[in-house]
T-cell receptor, first 115, second 115 residues
């Protein structure tokens, strides 16, 4: 039973266009959401996060939107660059430490940005 | 500043053999996490430590898996005996605290193949 779902295994976008990666979750207790990026043969690296008290967080070309009522978040990359080609993981956690602080990851979306 | 260090990067072994994966977290980080990535299940948490103490091992598949953290700068994940279904990429990550909001820094992973 997946608590964090990324329904698109892959996405292909033209350089300069917007990339939109989607993520859905089922656990209403999640209150912190993160996106990680992973290149081949490397570990995931933190990209951007958002707390459940916000609906948007922006960092340069990357913006994460959170729709709590729909239990949905999305990552927008504008403009997309070839170096953005990677696997993007959505992750969620509950409040505090202990088991609630564990990160639950989606299975990832492979983004390909074509020159 | 060195990131999370994992060794070996690749391990090929035969079914029934003991496998030991090693991790050195980032200095000053109090929490350490072991993850496993497979095509079927994605990235899943196996166990995590806080201040060298195992906090949540509910993700450990079975008794063949064990993890230790004898000091703040070293952890091992052991599989004995190994089975072909254990083939996966194993990641170690560390963070300043165990809270889900605290960025986890991942190592490059160990790709394990059990023949």
């Amino acid at each position: 039973d997946q608590q964090v779902k990324q329904n698109s295994p892959s996405l292909s976008v033209q350089e300069g266009r917007i990339s939109i990666l989607n993520c859905d979750y089922t656990n209403s207790m999640f209150d912190y959401f993160l996106w990680y990026k992973k290149y081949p043969a490397e570990g995931p690296t933190f990209l951007i996060s958002i707390s459940s008290i916000k609906d948007k967080n922006e960092d340069g070309r990357f913006t994460v939107f959170l729709n709590k009522s729909a239990k949905h978040l999305s990552l927008h990359i504008v403009p997309s660059q070839p170096g953005d080609s990677a696997v993007y993981f959505c992750a969620a956690s509950g409040a505090g430490g202990g088991s609630q602080g564990n990160l639950i990851f989606g299975k990832g979306t492979k983004l390909s940005v074509k020159p | 500043d060195a990131g999370v260090i994992q060794s070996p990067r690749h391990e090929v072994t035969e079914m029934g053999q003991e496998v030991t994966l090693r991790c050195k977290p980032i200095s000053g980080h109090n929490s350490l996490f072991w993850y496993r990535q497979t095509m079927m299940r994605g990235l899943e948490l196996l166990i995590y430590f806080n201040n060298n103490v195992p906090i949540d091992d509910s993700g450990m598949p079975e008794d063949r898996f064990s993890a230790k953290m004898p000091n703040a700068s070293f952890s091992t994940l052991k599989i004995q005996p190994s089975e072909p279904r254990d083939s996966a990429v194993y990641f170690c990550a560390s963070s300043r605290s165990a809270g889900g909001w605290d960025t986890q820094y991942f190592g490059p992973g160990t790709r394990l193949t059990v023949l």
